[in-house]
């Protein structure tokens, strides 16, 4: 089984088939982030109002929250450069680009100084429609869509170049009618299921993840990451 990132990460996807892919708990074999802005704040109504403003991203590296969210940005009209870095002068500076993992919806919901950010659809689909607030968490109501990012997949089940055709084809068979029907091992894995699936989407975003440029942690999503994992949807 690989991540859409494991399987840009691949020398050759040449050697390997995509077999089938997972289908996650909205009931899809992909996801995509919604942009989102402070509700409160009517002076962002698109992407490109995201400009001189501080961002809330998902998780550093992350393709959907981070890399996917980028290109969203910068095609928006608003390229990550142009996101507001220090909310004051050095040396009180405080970097603008926050990695808060799942927690960049509630950033946004609730810190005065963050007023856009992204959350994974599929967070975004198990929030409350309405009633958040500081103490049990935000809810929908109180972010709006200004924008989304492209369809990530989910990972993918593979057979390597030494699988003979018409094991792979049973496998296949076996993930897509039997194995998402078995409530045990869906539970285990997170998900729904399995359904076939078009190499073709993960090698689009392999492509354009080849374009992005190399990057440094900064400090805040080091020490996020060092003190406690952050929830990473498409790693």
């Not at 840009?8 to 982030?33: F, P, Q, W």
């Not at 500076?93 to 856009?116: E, H, Q, W």
């Not at 198990?126 to 989304?148: H, R, T, Y």
């Not at 699988?163 to 091992?185: N, R, S, W």
């Amino acid at each position: 089984m690989l991540t859409c990132k494991e399987y840009a990460e691949l020398e050759d996807t040449g050697k390997i088939k995509v077999v089938a892919a997972a289908v996650n708990s909205i009931g899809k074999t992909s996801r995509k982030a919604f942009i989102i802005s402070k509700k409160s704040d009517t002076r962002i109504q698109r992407i490109a109002d995201v400009k001189e403003k501080r961002f809330a991203f998902g998780t550093f590296g992350d393709v959907l929250t981070d890399k996917a969210t980028k290109r969203a940005l910068d095609q928006g009209g608003c390229p990550p450069k142009d996101i507001l870095v220090d909310l004051f002068p050095p040396p009180f500076g405080i970097l603008g680009r926050l990695y808060m993992g799942n927690d960049a919806c509630k950033t946004v919901s609730f810190d005065p100084t963050v007023n856009v950010g992204v959350v994974d659809e599929v967070v975004y689909a198990s929030l409350p429609a309405s009633g958040g607030n500081f103490i049990v968490g935000p809810s929908q109501d109180l972010v709006a869509k200004i924008g989304e990012t492209e369809e990530i997949p989910e990972w993918a089940f593979v057979a390597g170049p030494s699988a003979k055709p018409e094991i792979t084809a049973k496998l296949m068979e076996y993930l897509t009618t039997q194995a998402k029907g078995d409530k045990a091992v869906c539970e285990q894995l997170g998900i729904k299921g399995f359904e076939a699936t078009d190499a073709a989407k993960y090698d689009a975003v392999r492509a354009w993840l080849a374009t992005m440029p190399k990057e440094e942690a900064p400090p805040e999503a080091k020490e996020r990451q060092s003190s406690a994992a952050a929830p990473a949807s498409m790693e």
